[in-house]
């Protein structure tokens, strides 16, 4: 439903978008992640033919985003983060009008606008002015037109800015339930959002995919290795010592050096790769005489992924390139990343 293919945005010598390919699979709903000046925002206008690329190209919905934006427009449904609304208007009375823009039939038009208003919980609002509405109403109004013309594609930019806590619970809901009939593309800053509802993840830093892949195989990557907690009774330097000669453990950190409790350490363990070292961690712990208070296993997140992206981008291990050079080597893509592609689909740099 959506296909990239080199797509490239350059501001003078700038690059803000280099070269990246991905593809995304009809009824999938996919996370599309980056620290500020990524290159996200405005790959997502590319997509909305907001913006011309300046080398490479886009289909959505099979339509080419260059030559046939009209087509492109119709097929998918925008929510920006930043949704630009006519406040004066009533909320029923500004979809029938946008309804009318894309020329619906009347009948198609009030069928439409009773369900949008159902689904995005506008029913005791419906006859109000857009400009009385709280921002997470008008979040919600914003939603409730990217799907009034039931399109193939929904691109969200941070839909659930704005919404207190039960809002963004039933938000998540429907969004993974709009997977199943719409192709939707998530750009959004919360992790647990994606894990919550995509399939699928892309990565992008300085303007280059770094890594995608379903949440799943991002948090089994090695980057993103599960780590065990201990907390005992014992010497905080002697503990940790005791617990790196265990087999399988790569590395202890101490977290918390006899802090509240004076005679208790918190330490983690990260395992190396394949290995459980919980059994023997304990076994360890007991034989020196260290009572233990409490062992778990903590799964590795997104947010970790994600934190190690941004701090990669922070230290100019992925740089953006300065100059743009329209006969740079297809070679080139992707160099300096710094991280390892996961899930590799439709060729991303």
């Keep these: 439903m959506i296909s990239v293919s080199n797509l490239t945005k350059a501001y003078g010598n ?3 978008v280099d070269r990246i390919s991905f593809e995304v699979g009809k009824g999938q709903v996919i996370g599309f992640l ?11 206008r590319m997509l909305a033919c907001y913006l011309p690329p300046t080398s490479g190209g886009a289909t959505v919905n099979g339509f080419d ?11 998918l449904g925008y929510l920006p983060e930043s949704c630009p609304l006519y406040t004066e208007m009533r ?31 506008l029913g005791a609002v419906r006859r109000r002015p857009i400009g009385h509405l709280s921002k997470g109403y008008r979040q919600r109004v914003g939603l409730a037109d990217s799907l009034l013309h039931n399109p193939a594609v929904l691109i969200l930019d941070e839909p659930t800015v704005g919404l207190d806590p039960t809002q963004i619970i039933e938000s998540r809901k429907l969004i993974k339930e709009l997977g199943g009939q719409h192709t939707v593309m998530l750009s959004t800053h919360i992790l647990p959002e994606v894990e919550a509802v995509c399939d699928r993840a892309i990565i992008i830093a300085a303007g280059r995919i770094v890594a995608q892949g379903s949440p799943d195989e991002l948090r089994a990557s090695r980057r993103l290795q599960a780590r065990v907690l201990v907390e005992c009774r014992g010497p905080a330097e002697g503990v940790r010592n005791a617990l790196l000669r265990v087999s399988g453990v790569g590395k202890v950190e101490v ?3 006899q802090g509240a409790d004076k005679h208790y350490v918190t330490v983690a363990i990260r395992p ?15 034989q020196n005489g260290w009572a233990l208070r409490e062992i778990r296993l903590e799964h590795a997140t997104l947010e970790e992924f994600f934190v190690q992206v941004t701090a990669n981008q922070a230290m100019g291990k992925v740089a953006p390139a300065k100059d ?12 300096g990343s710094g991280f390892e592609v996961v899930g590799t689909k439709g060729g991303a740099e």
């Design 91 to 121: 909320v029923e009375e500004y979809l029938d009008f946008r309804g009318r823009l894309r020329k619906m039939d009347r009948a198609n038009r009030r069928k439409r606008i009773d369900y949008v208003i159902e689904r995005c919980w």
């Design 14 to 16: 700038v690059l803000a």
């Design 255 to 257: 977290l918390d050096g």
């Design 34 to 44: 980056g620290p500020n000046g990524a290159g996200k925002s405005t790959t997502i």
């Design 65 to 75: 985003i260059f030559h046939q934006s009209e087509q492109v427009r119709e097929s």
């Design 324 to 335: 743009y050079d329209e006969d740079k080597s297809p070679s080139d893509k992707g160099r």
């Design 272 to 286: 190396k790769e394949s290995y459980d070292v919980r059994e023997e961690v304990v076994r360890t712990v007991t």
